[in-house]
């Protein structure tokens, strides 16, 4: 994948413009390569003591079943952080992609609800492959990035179908780009199911092109839970606000008709505390 085609500039000719780099975006990139060199320093200083980090960190079906109900939990995290260090193209794949239509849809949907995007496919991505593991497939340790990147460029290719990149020298539609890799992905995985392992783990890829393509189409990749949560509070704030007003007027009345000695200790501290807020 190359630069950003824009088929909406004027002139015959198409315009090629690299995309800004955005905020989160940047953020992943700059997070991914620097665990990628941590793990690769230790990987060459001690392989061991790389190997003990990389089985606690990656996701491991057998040590979900075996160490059940207490499972590593953090390992739907962790894997996501982690590349094969014997090669950089598992790791700049991934980049590539969050670089190019990573910052597509941190555009259109703000940092926060963009790495919730990300966040949610690698998550659907794990979950897919720990279930084929539960129900027998035949699974091994995985690790990388690319359920959460798959996730991302479905959902930016589900968000503007319409619009074009540059796949090496040729013009696409992110919407044929995303059948095509949906097609791929989903032929790979059912070859992997009966037992033919090429080191890929497909099962993740597709939870995270699973969760893209949904997370579009019902309206949740709009969504921030952070800002439902304040939203939520704000307006718990202000009924409760009003409940007290409602309650001191109830009790003033109260004075007004039977006097100060007509209240209770709870009701006393309840006006004194109101007061105090004011």
């Known amino acids: 994948m190359s630069a950003r085609y824009t088929d909406d500039a004027p002139g015959p000719m198409p315009q090629f413009a690299f ?38 960190l990656w996701l491991d079906p057998s040590a979900w079943s075996e160490s059940f109900p207490l499972v590593p939990v953090w390992q739907l995290a962790t894997y996501g952080l982690l590349h094969d260090v014997q090669g950089l193209g598992h790791l700049l794949g991934n980049l590539m992609i969050l670089y190019f239509m990573g910052t597509m849809l941190e555009e259109e949907l703000g940092r926060r609800r963009f790495l919730w995007t990300y966040a949610g496919a690698q998550l659907a991505g794990a979950l897919l492959y720990l279930v084929a593991a539960w129900l027998g497939m035949p699974s091994h340790p995985a690790l990388g990035a690319s359920g959460a990147c798959y996730g991302v460029m479905i959902a930016a290719a589900t968000l503007f179908p319409e619009r074009r990149v540059y796949l090496l020298i040729f013009p696409i539609k992110l919407r044929w780009l995303a059948i ?77 008709r039977q006097g100060i000695g007509s209240l209770s200790k709870s009701e006393r501290e309840f006006l004194k505390k109101a007061s105090s807020r004011k």
């Open 19 to 56: 995309p800004r780099l955005t905020s989160a975006v940047k953020t992943l990139l700059i997070m991914l390569a620097a665990i990628q060199l941590v793990m690769f320093a230790l990987y060459m200083q001690s392989t061991p003591t790389y190997l003990r980090i990389l089985q606690v």
């Open 180 to 256: 095509g890799i949906l097609v791929l992905t989903l032929y790979a995985a059912l070859v992997q199911m009966k037992g033919v392992q090429d080191g890929t783990a497909h099962l993740i890829h597709l939870g995270g092109i699973a969760y893209g393509f949904l997370a579009v189409r019902t309206g949740l990749v709009r969504k921030d839970p952070v800002e439902i949560l304040e939203r939520r509070r704000a307006v718990a704030q202000v009924e409760r606000a009003t409940s007290d007003a409602q309650h001191v007027d109830q009790l003033l009345e109260k004075i007004a």
